[in-house]
């Protein structure tokens, strides 16, 4: 696959929230401040570079040749939870304050459905060490869309007045239903157009 | 009386998919054939009844002195935690290749991903707080049960409208699908696609939330 394909690839066609229904409880739930997306935003998305990098140097240096396959998944989920500790002390140093203001933990942003189910995704392409560093930053940035694009409608409806059963969450999931049905205009045709094949 | 109590609270009152907004992501990826949700809600019983099991006998080996300083979990534990629910959710990926290559080609990275369900996580946190086994495996039963009656629920929806049949397992001369009469000439296939499981999750919270205060407010009147 080219770069491009890569990039379009994991940030829109396979978009972990809106085509494969990865990381629903952070993005249904999504924070009110920019400030909030954007720390849940970048962490992910740092965390999901790095996981499928060590993820590729697991499966390719590891794995593969002691034929250890089965050990895949135990494997990938401790990767992701050290990597995970790695980034919370680095963000605990760079900035304490910022981390408490947010109100968020880095630990629970980081061990989710998304950030392992992009790790998997990225190790069933068999993509090279670089390429597998680019599909997880555009997963991460898919990511991000994600989770403004919620949060921004999120607002919108909280001025809304509707059904008192509705309000929240449930109408959320019904407007990412429908958000998804636009990303579905980016599919594998779209991709193909696109690279001109 | 009190068991039962426990274990129906995790099935319709606190329903960890329609009540709670938790393990969204299996509910609305896996429930576009019945046969998969079925599947899926086996595996994600075994893991989290397992997973309670063992969890709870590691807190009791080492109790609640592995805290640090109140901010959760003790590293540690929390990745051991995480290793112990990982092993078990790849041995259901597992199982599955071995004994439903079908099933396991569809459901594909989900059945893995139960590693990191917000669901099992949560049990995590919960053994950690000192729960009692046999309180923690009654907890598990009710939410994998409630878990499943969800999952259950959605699929028949989302494949009769989308598809306009309700697959299950081939048993003799059944074939294992089923056609819905009237649907099956003209589905509305958006209903299969991720469109549909947001869209028939959004609505299963809100009818949980209108039965919900229904029956707060049948209670305040009787009061």
Redesign the interface.
Known sequence: MSWLGIIVTFALVDNVV????????PC??APRTFRVILGVGICTTVLMAMSSLAAWALETLFLDPRDLG?????C???AL??LA?LLESMALRISPALLRAAGF?V?GVA???A???VV??VT?ERLSALESLLAGLSAGCGFLLALTLMSAIRERLDAERV????RG??????????V??A??AFDRVFLANLLGR | MKHAEGFSKGLFRENPVAAL??G??PA??VTGRVIDALWMSAGFLAVLLLSSLCLSLLGALSPAAARDGGA?LS?GR??GS??I???L??CF??LLRAFAPGASARLG?YA??V????IV?GRVELAAGGLSIGRSLRDAAGTGAGFAGALLLVSVVREALGAGTITLFPIGTFGGSLAVPLLAASPAR?FV???????C???L???S??LS?ERRRGESDRA
């Open positions: 809106l085509a494969r229904l990865l990381g629903l409880c249904a739930g089965f050990l895949r998944i135990p990938f989920v401790l939870a050290l500790l933990s630990r061990v989710n459905c950030t392992l189910g998997l995704l069933l059904p008192r059963s509705l969450l449930p109408l959320s999931l019904v407007s990412a239903g429908l998804a049905l990303f579905s | 907004l938790l969204l992501c609305a990826a959760g590293r929390w990745i995480l290793v629910t990982a092993c959710a790849s990926d597992l990275i893995p991903l590693a990191v369900n917000c996580l958006a696609y991720a469109t549909g499981g947001l869209l999750l959004g609505y919270a809100g009818a939330r209108l205060s």
